[in-house]
């Protein structure tokens, strides 16, 4: 298989504390630029993302991981002070974890058909992606919920492609109809025909991955311009406790040899599989995260990867995912700020809601987490589009998901204060006559100033009497409409 250049493999090596150290100062440094340019909600500050790191260190080495594949675990047993117990957990020295950190890039960029840059885990703005793999959709036609087919993944494709606020691609389903061996190959066929965005993919394992990746590779002009410009995100992670099986291992190198970017994190549920605390459940899973970036990094240090965290709270009262929960946030957002002091990309939930339906529930629910997510200032947003905690995706949702982003985005860039934005000047001249509505700093900045939506209601009650009193759920199903044709 043809792939991409690689890092020189004497980096592979020598990586230190200091590295780290001065990594993590550059991280600061971009914290604070951030600060200067949009609002900055912080749920857990330098101090206990230190007690997070000090804790995820102590599970690698004194807990361990089980490690599926044969090959990997005899290239750890070989390193220093790397051991295995009578249970088969192999357990991970700081140091070890340490240098792995260090040679993870803190910044991933993804890029559209023609070579634009689409996302930048450096920008002070989030980028938004669309959730995967829901087992229904909600027909935005006739309200039922049904099984996914693949005209659905065509069309949230479509969608995808139209809405200015969704920066990938991604199926929100599978295509029921189409044999499991043909389904990750053909959905993403049917993603790059329908939308020039980059794509979040998910393979099941290392022969599909190979598969899927062809034809990406066939459909955007190879592999080199993949590793130049990477056109996809694959998605893949560890299972939660403490496991990391054999296709994992191997999709993991696979990723690093080709430089295909990568996002590593478990999908864990509190009180199940992980600690029903927050602080525990972020410690848990992003030791599981980092245990396969060892993996990856020990293949081609340097190449593209990041994390995040998929802490799904449950209501035990009725043993249900609740991604509408104050929790999911909670924990995605404590475990983005963690990867951001220790100078990882990382990526949170949002956009989604436990409602079955695309109603006010949905709204609220998805208002709240966007929101949420953009004042935080996380890199990178997905899941939106999710209904029944996960079970369903909704393009409604989604189109209603790339409105309020435009309202998230627009609050998190907060209060510009220049001379020039006190505009003192301005007062001077126009004051006396109240004439601000002609003045020039006026003209030149209404169009930006303000948020202008294009499916919130703000015309007089008479006026939108008059043109039908469309309600939201009307509103969006004509923009859908609109795309789709």
């Known amino acids: 298989m043809e792939s991409g250049d690689h890092t020189s493999k004497s980096q592979r090596r020598g990586r230190s504390s200091r590295q780290l150290k001065a990594k993590r100062k550059v991280s600061a440094a971009s914290k604070s630029t951030r600060l200067e340019k949009c609002t900055r909600l912080e749920l857990v500050d330098a101090s206990r993302s230190a007690m997070i790191h000090a804790a995820v260190k102590k599970i690698l080495w004194k807990v361990g991981v ?33 240098q792995t950190i260090s040679s993870i890039p803190n910044r991933i960029v993804l890029y559209d058909h023609d070579g634009n840059v689409k996302v ?28 996914c087919r693949l005209d659905d993944i065509r069309d949230t494709a479509k969608l995808c492609e139209q809405l200015p606020n969704l920066d990938m691609v991604c199926s929100l389903g599978y295509p029921s109809e189409v044999a499991p061996e043909d389904e990750v190959v053909e959905t993403v066929r049917a993603m790059y025909e ?23 590779a066939d459909m955007t002009g190879g592999w080199q311009r993949m590793a130049d410009k990477p056109v996809c995100l694959e998605l893949m992670g560890p299972i939660s406790p403490l496991k990391l099986p054999e296709e994992l291992c191997l999709r993991l190198i696979n990723c690093a040899r080709w430089r295909i970017p990568t996002v590593c994190y478990p999908a864990t549920f509190p009180g199940m599989s992980c600690p029903i605390s927050n602080a525990g459940a972020i410690a848990q899973s992003s030791a599981e995260a980092i245990a396969g970036m060892v993996i990856h990094q020990m293949v081609e240090p340097g190449a593209p990867v ?34 951001r002091f220790i100078g990882i ?11 079955h339906q695309f109603d006010t529930q949905a709204a609220a629910e998805v208002g709240a987490n966007l929101a949420i997510a953009a004042l935080a200032g996380t890199p990178f947003v997905h899941n939106l ?26 609050m998190a860039t907060g209060v510009e204060v220049t001379a020039d934005s006190i505009a003192f000047e301005v007062v001077l001249r126009s004051a006396k006559n109240n004439e601000f509505l002609t003045d020039q700093h006026t003209q030149d900045r209404f169009m930006t100033e303000n948020w202008y939506p294009g499916l919130c209601e703000r015309s007089d009650a008479d006026a939108w009497l008059n043109a039908g009193a469309k309600d939201m759920t009307e509103r969006v199903n004509q923009r859908i409409r609109e795309v789709l044709g």
């Open 385 to 410: 589009g999710f209904l029944s905690g996960g079970r369903t995706g909704s393009i409604q949702l989604l189109t209603l998901c790339d409105e309020l982003i435009g309202w998230s985005s627009k």
């Open 194 to 216: 329908n939308c020039s965005k980059p794509a979040a993919l998910l393979a099941h394992d290392e022969v599909i991955q190979e598969r899927m990746l062809n034809l990406v």
């Open 66 to 98: 089980i490690i599926e594949h044969e090959p990997t675990c005899k290239q750890l047993l070989a390193i220093k002070d790397c051991w295995q117990d009578n249970q088969g957990y192999i357990h991970l020295p700081e140091d070890l974890i340490e």
């Open 345 to 355: 990309p990382s990526w949170v939930g949002g956009g989604c809601s436990d409602s």
């Open 120 to 147: 930048d885990t450096s920008s002070p703005m989030a980028s938004y992606c669309p959730g995967h793999n829901c087992v229904r959709i909600l027909d935005f036609r006739n309200n039922e919920l049904r099984p």
């Open 306 to 339: 990041m994390s995040g965290s998929a802490i799904l709270p449950m209501d035990l009262r009725q043993a249900n995912l609740a991604y509408g929960s104050p929790e999911y946030m909670m924990s995605g957002l404590g475990a983005s700020d963690y990867f």
